[in-house]
């Protein structure tokens, strides 16, 4: 069993900044990559980016690569998404996760545990 809390959602106007955090607690010893997704009213989940456990390679959708940043420590069981250059289609429910594998991390249903997300809303 694992454990997460998402952290770090709030209200920010376009072109601002803002960083999520996920503290990971329980069995966190199965963990081999942790993800983010996002939600929009009325649609499936989505692929924000990953970054695998043990060396930390990183993956970004196209939508937010070049603007967001994931990173973890990984003795704090902590990831975070580190989000630049904000725009008002970034408002979502973000959600992160956790993955027993290491492949495809793209997939919602590689993960095995999920937070109950951190709503983040851009203004314009």
């Known amino acids: 069993q694992v454990q997460l809390v998402e952290s770090g959602g709030g209200l920010v106007q376009a072109g601002g900044s803002l960083r999520l955090s996920c503290a990971a607690s329980?069995?966190?010893?199965?963990?081999?990559?942790m993800g983010w997704f996002r939600q929009f009213p009325g649609k499936e989940r989505e692929f924000v980016g990953y970054?695998?456990?043990?060396?930390?390679?990183?993956r970004y959708a196209d939508s937010v690569k070049d603007r967001f940043t994931i990173s973890r420590d990984n003795a704090k069981n902590t990831m975070y998404l580190q989000m630049n250059s904000l725009k008002p289609e970034d408002t979502a429910l973000y959600y992160c996760?956790?993955?027993?594998?290491?492949?495809?991390?793209?997939?919602?249903?590689?993960?095995?545990?999920w937070g109950q997300g951190t709503q983040v809303t851009v203004s314009s």
């Open positions: 996760a956790v993955s027993q594998l290491n492949r495809p991390l793209g997939m919602p249903g590689v993960y095995s545990y």
């Open positions: 329980g069995r966190t010893f199965i963990t081999k990559a």
């Open positions: 970054i695998t456990w043990s060396d930390g390679n990183t």
